[in-house]
């Protein structure tokens, strides 16, 4: 199993320029989550999907739009990238909510908006 | 209002000896859990332990246990034996419940980064 995946690693991108984050998971989860990381602010969610079909706002979801495209799916657009969007990306999933679930990490991506 | 709190920036320890992290968190959910989550410098997110809100006993998983004072609404990571491959950043998380949806997400901390000296 691969986990969790990624792409891409590493990306910089141009103020106004468009670009979209893709995760997947081969875990069978049912939840998924996109979350930025900031020096000095630990990890904030952006957006989540409890489930396939649902999409839902986290803290700081201004700016991103995202794509639950199937079980295995979840993807990070930004439509119209400014530079307070450089960041560290995490996608995760979780089999669902209840007593003892964990969220499994992706690498994360590194993006830079110049 | 800040929901997980991690008062310490940084801490040093030294190789073999024991260190406690702290993280005070705040919710008027009667059920909730309280996860740690360990960031090498390669980036990865890892989970570490987990403790549910009516656990009686506190977690531990290998050379990690977890303090769990519910009164005080404290959930300290307590690494016994620190090692060098310890050294990395240390997030506390809490799982914050929907009451509409059901639904629960993490919330984070802001991180201790932990440096372990030979």
């Known amino acids: 199993n691969a986990g969790v995946t990624q792409t891409p690693k590493f990306q910089v991108l141009k103020t106004g320029q468009s670009m979209t984050l893709q995760c997947a998971q081969d875990?069978?989860?049912?939840?998924m989550y996109w979350y930025r990381q900031d020096p000095g602010m630990g990890l904030r969610l952006i957006y989540y999907?409890?489930?396939?079909?649902?999409?839902d706002k986290g803290e700081v979801p201004n700016g991103y739009n995202v794509s639950r495209l199937n079980k295995r799916e979840f993807s990070l657009r930004l439509e119209s990238a400014a530079p307070s969007q450089t960041s560290v990306y995490f996608c995760?999933?979780?089999?669902?909510?209840?007593?003892?679930?964990?969220?499994?990490f992706g690498p994360g991506t590194r993006l830079t908006v110049t | 209002a800040q929901k997980i709190t991690q008062t310490q920036p940084g801490m040093f320890v030294q190789e073999k000896e024991a260190v406690t992290l702290d993280c005070t968190y705040d919710?008027?959910?009667?059920?909730?859990?309280l996860f740690w989550y360990k960031q090498p410098s390669s980036g990865e997110m890892i989970f570490l332990i987990y403790?549910?809100?009516?656990?009686?006993q506190n977690a531990t998983e290998g050379r990690y246990s977890l303090n769990f004072q519910k009164a005080r609404k404290s959930a300290n990571l307590v690494i016994s034996a620190s090692q060098l491959g310890d050294s990395a950043m240390y997030f506390c998380?809490?799982?914050?419940?929907?009451?509409?949806?059901?639904?629960?997400?993490?919330?984070f901390g802001t991180g201790t980064r932990l440096l372990v000296s030979p």
């Open positions: 998380a809490m799982r914050e419940g929907n009451r509409n949806t059901g639904f629960q997400k993490l919330v």
């Open positions: 875990m069978n989860h049912n939840s």
């Open positions: 999907s409890a489930s396939e079909g649902t999409t």
């Open positions: 403790q549910g809100s009516y656990d009686e």
């Open positions: 919710t008027s959910d009667q059920s909730y859990g």
């Open positions: 995760a999933s979780s089999e669902g909510y209840g007593s003892g679930y964990e969220q499994y």
